[in-house]
């Protein structure tokens, strides 16, 4: 993952709840849910990319110690 193109874990996490809670507030077009929706489907994908990262570093390093 290009940290330049890709926001942080943080980034991420903070701008999915920001959508999520927008598609329950409502009072959007089917355009602008389906638009949020892909956004948090993008931004779901990026934050799985960085906890498995982060899950394989933690592996490895358990791993080293044993």
Do not use: F, N
């Not at 926001?7 to 077009?29: D, F, H, K, N, S």
């Amino acid at each position: 993952m290009s940290q330049e193109s890709e926001p942080t874990y943080e980034q991420a996490r903070e701008e999915l709840i920001a959508v999520v809670q927008q598609l329950e507030a409502g009072g959007t077009t089917l355009e602008q849910s389906l638009a949020l929706w892909e956004r948090g489907e993008a931004l779901a994908r990026t934050c799985q990319t960085w906890l498995d990262g982060a899950r394989e570093r933690l592996d490895a390093a358990v791993a080293a110690d044993e």
